[in-house]
Nanobody
Framework: QAQLVESGGGLVQAGDSLRIFCSPS???????????MGWFRQAPGKEREFVSA????????YYADSVKGRFTIARVAAENTVYLQMNSLKSEDTGVYYC?????????????????WGQGTQVTVSS
């Protein structure tokens, strides 16, 4: 049973913008101060890759080089929500985007350290 739910994906054209969201599926789900919330994506036939992450305590943000300057991650602590603002989208940004939680803020880049995942939301960018 997924404890995180992503939303906001869709089909857009290259150069467009899109915002995707991640929220707990239940109100009892807790994001702790030491947690880091991350976004990963997986394109067809490719391995899952890190996109962005934000630490819950001090709001420190991290980005993959491929999205730096185009994507912005943000958290809304009061709502336990994380969103990813994606601008200047490219066809290579196409994939299923997953939100996940990691209790170790120092391994923000390592997908294997994330213990809770959402079911993903599809983002398709047509060229």
């Amino acid at each position: 049973q997924a404890q995180l739910v992503e939303s906001g994906g869709g089909l857009v054209q290259a150069g467009d913008s899109l915002r995707i969201f991640c929220s707990p599926s239940e109100r009892t789900f807790v994001i702790y101060a030491n947690d880091v919330m991350g976004w990963f994506r997986q394109a067809p036939g490719k391995e899952r890759e890190f996109v962005s992450a934000v630490t819950w305590r001090n709001n420190k943000k991290y980005y993959a080089d491929s999205v730096k300057g185009r994507f912005t991650i943000a958290r809304v602590a009061a709502e336990n929500t994380v969103y990813l603002q994606m601008n200047s989208l490219k066809s290579e940004d196409t994939g299923v985007y997953y939100c996940a939680r990691n209790s170790d803020p120092y391994t923000w880049h390592d997908g294997s350290k994330y213990s809770v995942w959402g079911q993903g939301t599809q983002v398709t960018v047509s060229s």
